[in-house]
């Protein structure tokens, strides 16, 4: 009788402590599972900043471009050109001081590509440089093949013919490059609008004058 309460007990002795085995390893893989949870939901906010720090950039990308244009397009407006010497003199050192302000600041945001994409990239950046070395040579040649890249890149209604294959090209780049090259072509497109302006108005300012010759001489 003796025996079997010593039995018992030690049967029920080594019950509770492999059910306190059993339940140490319970709580311990349930803590585990809650770190890694935590760390999971730290990696995912820290995943929000990292793109909201790349859009940053990319805003300061685009911001640096767009005001060396707009500084370049002062320097080279028609108003530089009808204002005396000395006042067109400063007002370009003011434009110098203010290009060159820009251009200390370095931004620069790298984009992860494949190798696809890198030779996608390479090819689209090759088309438009084709067309660029080429304006002196026929502008309004070069304005049209420009606006069929440009309707490559929009998904807007195009307003004239989409270079199919440029389009071809362009779907195989790094969706930020896709954006970069957009803009490019808005730079160019614009840069060339602004030329056309220029050369417009000193055409119309040739014939007065030449009308106020004429005009004379009768």
């Known amino acids: 009788m003796a025996q079997a309460k ?6 029920e002795g080594a019950q509770q402590q492999s059910g ?4 140490g390893r319970f709580y311990r893989s349930t803590s585990m599972a809650d770190r890694s949870s935590r ?7 820290l995943e929000l900043r990292v793109e909201a720090f790349r859009d ?8 640096k471009e767009i005001l060396l244009e707009m500084i370049h397009n002062i320097q080279n407006s028609q108003d530089m050109r009808h204002i005396s010497e000395g006042e067109r003199e400063e007002l370009n050192l003011t434009a110098n001081r203010l290009m060159g302000r820009t251009l200390t600041v370095e931004v620069s945001v ?3 590509r494949n190798a696809q994409q890198q030779e996608s990239l390479l090819h ?8 660029v070395n080429k304006l002196l040579d026929d502008l309004e040649d070069a304005k049209i093949r420009l606006m069929s890249l440009y309707g490559a890149c929009t998904s807007d209604v195009p307003a004239g013919p989409i270079d199919q294959k440029f ?7 790094a969706i930020e490059d896709q954006k970069k090259i957009k803009r490019r072509l ?10 056309e302006k220029s050369i417009t108005l000193l055409e119309h300012q040739k014939s007065s004058v030449r009308q106020s010759c004429n005009s004379k001489q009768d």
């Open 56 to 63: 940053a950039a990319s805003a300061m990308e685009q911001e």
């Open 39 to 45: 760390l999971l939901e730290n990696l995912d906010q």
């Open 6 to 11: 010593i039995s018992a007990k030690a049967s």
């Open 110 to 112: 790298e984009t992860i």
């Open 167 to 173: 389009q071809s090209v362009v779907i195989g780049c």
């Open 20 to 23: 306190g085995q059993l339940r």
């Open 124 to 131: 689209a950046t090759k088309m438009i440089d084709e067309i």
């Open 186 to 195: 808005e730079t160019l497109l614009r840069n060339l609008e602004n030329s």
